[in-house]
């Protein structure tokens, strides 16, 4: 029986969440304490770079479909060898990436009920309710990804639309060195994360041609009018406890004494939703990889349900493992979000450069040029941390490239029928 794929509703839901994420909660109030008076300006840019690189992550995914995702489209632009430092670049990134977000919602967790072990058990608890449910079908994953999305949006939207129309003095904020302003870019690029993995899903997507266009855009729309209100509406927010608002001082003109629980409650499915598609979504890629031989073979098995289920359990286990660093002090979550920055920021240069050498017209080609630019300031000014972790990810990919027993891989845009992804897209 042939599996159920996503539809616009469900696709959208999935990118929302994730693109939103724990940086929704955590973000906005950080922007505002490093960028003062040109936090708004630092969040324009940034959703406007969000903007191009959903375009140009859509359009590539659609001309190089599978469970590579977008390291086909740069296997297609640079060679073989480039196509396995990105999936060794994402596949690192989301080893160290979503023990960190499970932390933040262990946090949330831990506030809003007596977890045992505090933040650490309540991380543990969302890792394996996560487990559970990457196991399932993708469509009942992005059928609940939708209905999280929407309650998030629309408190979020309508607790900022509260502030906005019963505004407290503004907070009076500096205007931030252009060093600090630079540091500030770097880390809302968190909030770009997420649009990439959207090409690991592009065999379980209805129509791809049609779906996918519009749930981006659908998509971004959502997030850029969240967002948008949201630091708009945070400076004018009475702080409860002196200095700057937080998001429970945004949502509780509106939403009075349960604003904290509240905003726990959303922090969880943030984090959850996040957590789902993009270790979802590296799973598949790790399938992908295990066919070529770049992996052990036993990654790339799918259980009755037709998700990755070995590669989804090994990257849980790995999280599991740096959950238990962190209980014992070996490492902290700013080194876990550091390493996974740099390692996206470089997969997310490598991409948008295929880009620039693969879309059709100047205009998308000008437009993969300018993020690689941006993309490529923000990587020189990442920590030594996220520097270290890209030199890992590099070497492995360079050990990796030895022959190995592996299943014959299929030509870049090539679909399982045999058939191109360019005669498929009418190129």
């Not at 994402?90 to 505090?118: D, E, H, K, M, S």
């Not at 850029?224 to 630091?231: F, Q, R, S």
């Not at 922090?267 to 992908?288: D, E, F, I, P, Q």
Request: aromatic share 6%; with cysteine.
């Amino acid at each position: 029986m042939e599996r159920k794929k996503l539809g616009v509703p469900a696709l959208a839901g999935l990118l929302v969440g994730p693109v939103l994420g724990s940086g929704v909660i955590l973000l906005p109030p950080l922007a505002l304490e490093g960028a003062g008076s040109a936090s708004v300006a630092a969040w324009v840019v940034t959703l406007g770079i969000m903007g191009i690189f959903a375009g140009v992550t859509a359009a590539l995914c659609l001309r190089y479909p599978g469970d590579g995702g977008l390291t086909e489209a740069v296997g297609a632009a640079f060679g073989p060898g480039a196509r396995e430092a990105c999936g060794w670049l994402l596949l690192g990134a989301v080893c160290f990436g979503p023990a960190a977000v499970l932390l933040t919602a262990g946090q949330y967790l831990a506030r809003a009920f007596p977890v045992p072990g505090g933040e650490v058990g309540g991380a543990v608890l969302l890792l394996l309710l996560a487990l559970g449910l990457l196991l399932r079908r993708v469509t009942f994953v992005g059928t609940l990804a939708l209905g999280a999305s929407t309650l998030i949006g629309a408190v979020l939207f309508a607790g900022s639309l509260g502030v906005l129309l019963h505004p407290a003095p503004a907070v009076p904020l500096p205007p931030p060195s252009p060093l600090a302003f630079g540091r500030v870019l770097v880390l809302l690029f968190w909030a770009v994360i997420g649009w990439e993995i959207l090409g690991n899903y592009t065999g379980e997507i209805e129509n791809p041609r049609r779906t996918v266009p519009r749930a981006a855009g659908l998509a971004f729309g959502a997030v850029t009018g969240i967002y948008l209100v949201l630091v708009k509406a945070l400076p004018r927010a009475a702080a409860s406890g002196g200095g700057l608002p937080s998001l429970a001082d945004l949502l509780r003109p509106l939403f009075g004494g349960t604003a904290e629980g509240l905003l726990a409650l959303l922090g969880t499915l943030l984090c959850l939703c996040t957590y789902l598609m993009v270790v979802g979504g590296v799973a598949r890629l790790g399938v992908s990889m295990a066919e070529r031989g770049r992996l052990p073979r036993f990654l790339g098995t799918r259980n009755a349900q037709g998700a990755p289920a070995a590669a989804a359990a090994t990257l849980c286990g790995i999280h599991a493992l740096g959950l238990g660093a962190t209980a014992l002090g070996a490492v902290d979550v700013a080194f876990l979000v550091g390493a996974a920055n740099g390692l996206f920021l470089l997969n997310a240069l490598l991409v948008v450069a295929a880009g620039a050498r693969l879309l059709p017209g100047r205009p998308s080609r000008w437009a993969s040029g300018f993020l690689a630019l941006c993309f490529g300031g923000l990587f020189c000014l990442a920590d030594r941390g996220a520097l270290l972790a890209v030199a890992a990810a590099l070497l492995l990919s360079l050990l990796d490239l030895s022959p190995r027993r592996a299943v014959a891989p299929r030509p870049c845009g090539v679909l399982p029928g045999g058939e191109t992804a360019e005669a498929s897209s009418g190129a």
